[in-house]
T-cell receptor
Framework: DTGVSQDPRHKITKRGQNVTFRCDPI?????LYWYRQTLGQGPEFLTY????????KSRLLSDRFSAERPKGSFSTLEIQRTEQGDSAMYLC???????????????FGPGTRLTVL | TQLLEQSPQFLSIQEGENLTVYCNSS?????LQWYRQEPGEGPVLLVT?????EVKKLKRLTFQFGDARKDSSLHITAAQPGDTGLYLC??????????????FGQGTILTVHP
């Protein structure tokens, strides 16, 4: 399977703990996005990478959140000192941008469901 | 703030019926994508529309992009139980400095009863 993969699929943690999620994009995609989705809502943008550079961050991304894409391939999203309000589905997407006839179609992974107790 | 309104929020219909989902904004889209999402999974891309007035068909699904590129619709003919799911529209707004982040509608939860 050559789609976007995310790990873990589910994470249950206690308030105050740190968690880290991983995303592996489609191999030839240079753009990578993180979104967050809560129940009954559409996904909301968190941050964007082009290759290894983090070029945009949403105001939703507080100081407790950090994302990296060290070699322009996989990405990690870390949440420090988790709060109950962080409970959500964290989605990763990748795209080719506007190269090779693409219109920046974003392909999503299966998500990581975070529950903070 | 650029908003994207999707309606209706819920649709519950019988197998064989037709339905339409709407996606509207006061701002112009560079492109608009429709996704379908199953519970516990990520959204799956159905179609991308980029040209005003464009119509695309995917089996029983018809997608239309408004002439002014501010609205879009998804029409399903003869719905089947397998069409059940969350349908999301997501737009890339024209202009601005965004690097291609998508703005999503709230989604339409479709349930098709056998």
């Amino acid at each position: 399977d050559t789609g976007v993969s995310q790990d873990p699929r589910h994470k249950i943690t206690k308030r105050g703990q740190n968690v880290t999620f991983r995303c592996d994009p489609i191999s030839e995609h240079n753009r990578l996005y993180w979104y967050r989705q809560t129940l009954g809502q559409g996904p909301e943008f968190l941050t964007y990478f082009q290759n290894e550079a983090q070029l945009e961050k949403s105001r939703l991304l507080s100081d407790r959140f950090s994302a990296e894409r060290p070699k322009g391939s996989f990405s990690t999203l870390e949440i420090q000192r988790t709060e109950q309000g962080d409970s959500a589905m964290y989605l990763c997407a990748s795209s080719l941008g506007w190269a090779r006839g693409s219109y920046n179609e974003q392909f999503f992974g299966p998500g990581t469901r975070l529950t903070v107790l | 703030t650029q908003l994207l309104e999707q309606s209706p929020q819920f649709l519950s219909i019988q197998e064989g019926e037709n339905l339409t989902v709407y996606c509207n904004s006061s701002s112009v889209f560079s492109s608009l994508q429709w996704y379908r999402q199953e519970p516990g999974e990520g959204p799956v891309l159905l179609v991308t529309v980029v040209t005003g007035g464009e119509v695309k068909k995917l089996k029983r699904l018809t997608f239309q992009f408004g002439d002014a590129r501010k609205d879009s619709s998804l029409h399903i003919t003869a719905a089947q139980p397998g069409d059940t799911g969350l349908y999301l529209c997501a737009g890339l707004f024209a202009g601005g400095t965004s690097y291609g982040k998508l703005t999503f509608g709230q989604g339409t939860i479709l349930t098709v009863h056998p």
